[in-house]
């Protein structure tokens, strides 16, 4: 335990480099780019968009009684972020090898810059599901304040899951081409397109294993009306995603030593 909590010690210790890394990635992201922050919401809206015409409109997936768009949207603002940063996070230390072959400092700053670099378009698009309430009429219940502390959970299974894509990455280039399958299929077996009640209940404790889905079906009841969080699914959630990070983060701790060299 104490093992995998190192990193997080070296995070706070140069906790000055982590803020200029954080503010580098944000420059990047939005300094030569031609819309600007409007990608942050470009791709959520265009997805929910595609979601309600194709898988609601054609298919005639149900939405628990509420609209789709709100019902798919509420659900693709986390998932959006965890795709992206698991994306930027996996592929962080390849494209960081200037600066890890040059000098020393703790490689734990990289990918956690990713992850939080993330959280500015997640605030972005955010703006969108309050247009969308107001225009459905839905006024936002106290609930909706629990968005921040959900983001705590969806951040550290982001960065958990980006950390072992980075370790492996690096010794293992091909990595980089799993990624994207894994990513589209971790979308499919996440209820964002459907809700859980389509899937039948002797399959539903499976379901739960993945961390995904109690985080973003809790996310989703901030915003539904008349919907209760299932703690016991956000809570199983919450476990896999600390047994997750944790070996991560060990892997990580373990393999950083050797990255300079391979990378």
């Not at 986390?78 to 698991?86: D, E, G, H, N, Q």
């Not at 499976?206 to 956000?234: K, Q, W, Y």
């Not at 896999?240 to 990580?252: H, K």
């Amino acid at each position: 335990m104490n093992s995998a909590a190192e990193p997080l010690r070296e995070l706070w210790y140069y906790r000055e480099l982590f803020y200029f890394m954080v503010w580098r990635d944000i420059k990047v992201r939005y300094k030569q780019s031609l819309l600007g922050v409007l990608w942050a919401i470009i791709q959520p809206f265009g997805t929910m968009l595609v979601f309600t015409l194709f898988f609601h409109g054609f298919a005639k997936i149900p939405s628990d009684d509420v609209p789709y768009p709100i019902f798919s949207y509420s659900a693709l603002l986390p998932w959006t972020y965890f795709s992206a940063s698991i994306t930027q996070i996996g592929n962080s230390l390849v494209s960081n090898k200037h600066l890890i072959t040059k000098v020393y400092f703790p490689r734990v700053t990289i990918p956690a810059a990713g992850a939080i670099r993330g959280l500015v378009d997640f605030a972005i698009a955010a703006i969108i599901l309050l247009g969308m309430m107001i225009y459905y009429d839905f006024t936002p219940g106290w609930k909706l304040l629990l968005w921040p502390v959900l983001l705590i959970p969806l951040v550290t299974l982001a960065l958990g899951v980006g950390m072992l894509f980075a370790a492996l990455n690096v010794r293992y280039r091909d990595v980089q081409h799993v990624l994207p399958f894994v990513i589209q299929l971790w979308l499919f077996m996440t209820p964002i397109i459907y809700p859980t009640t389509m899937v039948p209940q002797r399959w539903r404790g499976l379901l739960a294993l993945n961390p995904l889905t109690g985080i973003i079906e809790a996310f989703r009841a901030c915003v539904l009306p008349n919907r209760h969080i299932d703690t016991s699914m956000l809570g199983t959630s919450l476990a896999v995603t600390l047994v997750i990070f944790l070996i991560s983060a060990l892997y990580f701790k373990w393999t950083a030593r050797s990255f300079a060299d391979i990378v």
